[in-house]
């Protein structure tokens, strides 16, 4: 008889000499891992004893029986509902997959984010929307918006990032953003005010504003492509000035 065999035959007399549920649940977790067959059934049953019934519902599914996972996961649930545990009740709904109630447990619990990724799976686009902007991701509420042929919903919602990046400083991504919306005076503003003259002063040659872009290019110590708006806008006394300073 090998030793793994002795091990499943006096697992019983085994258990009964260990002293705390704990002890027991981490030796048969051992014993599942040697292939000891008692093993699992026997921490499964142990598992729903001491009320850790999602683990149980993880092993149920592990060891093959779906139908008593799903079911153990249906108490894990429940008792999640009646203790208003409303962020963990949103994930296990998810999970058996109650998503609109994933949405509402979710939304109560604050995790608007959470709960508009969950509306967006369900097509719930105005849903989506508004919970991705109660939970500050206008970018992600401003795509669905646009996904959704919703422009003027989605300019708002990128106008509220652009504002929400500037406030933190994050001048570069607030003005690609707005650049790329074709918003080129308020990326030239932003620009500007994060002294990204070089940016600033391409975005003022972009729309043909020479002048001020070649200020910006001087800003920027940009001095040969303010020399070169220069000539081409025949300020002759500033591209000898350009010209000097390039070369120094």
């Known amino acids: 008889m090998t030793i793994k065999d002795q091990v499943d035959s006096q697992l019983d007399n085994i258990l009964k000499a260990l002293g705390t549920p704990e002890g027991k649940i981490e030796f048969l ?18 598992y729903e004893e001491t009320g850790r019934l999602e683990d149980a519902g993880k092993l149920a599914k592990q060891m093959g029986d779906n139908g008593l996972s799903m079911a153990l996961y249906h108490k894990v649930y429940d008792q999640l509902v009646r ?5 963990e009740a949103g994930r296990i ?28 799976e369900l097509k719930q686009v105005d849903r989506a929307i508004a919970m991705y902007e109660r939970a500050g991701w206008y970018d992600d509420a401003a795509r669905v918006a646009e996904e959704s042929g919703k422009k003027d919903d989605a300019t708002r919602l990128y106008m509220k ?62 001095f040969e492509e303010a020399r070169r708006l220069a000539e081409k806008i025949n ?8 010209k000097i300073i390039a070369q120094l």
């Open 29 to 46: 977790k051992k014993a599942m891992k040697a292939s000891i067959l008692k093993a699992g059934p026997l921490l499964l049953s142990l």
């Open 83 to 87: 203790g208003n545990e409303q962020e």
């Open 93 to 120: 709904a998810y999970y058996l997959g109650l998503r609109e109630e994933a949405v509402v447990w979710y939304e109560k619990s604050g995790k608007f984010q959470k709960a508009a990724q969950v509306a967006e």
């Open 161 to 222: 990032q652009i504002e929400e990046l500037a406030r933190e400083e994050m001048f570069d991504e607030a003005s690609k953003m707005a650049e790329k919306l074709g918003l080129i005076n308020l990326a030239i503003e932003i620009y500007q005010k994060g002294n990204q003259f070089g940016q600033a002063g391409r975005l003022f040659e972009m729309v043909e504003k020479y002048s001020e872009a070649m200020v910006c290019y001087e800003r920027a110590g940009l």
């Open 235 to 242: 300020e002759s006394s500033r591209e000898q000035v350009y």
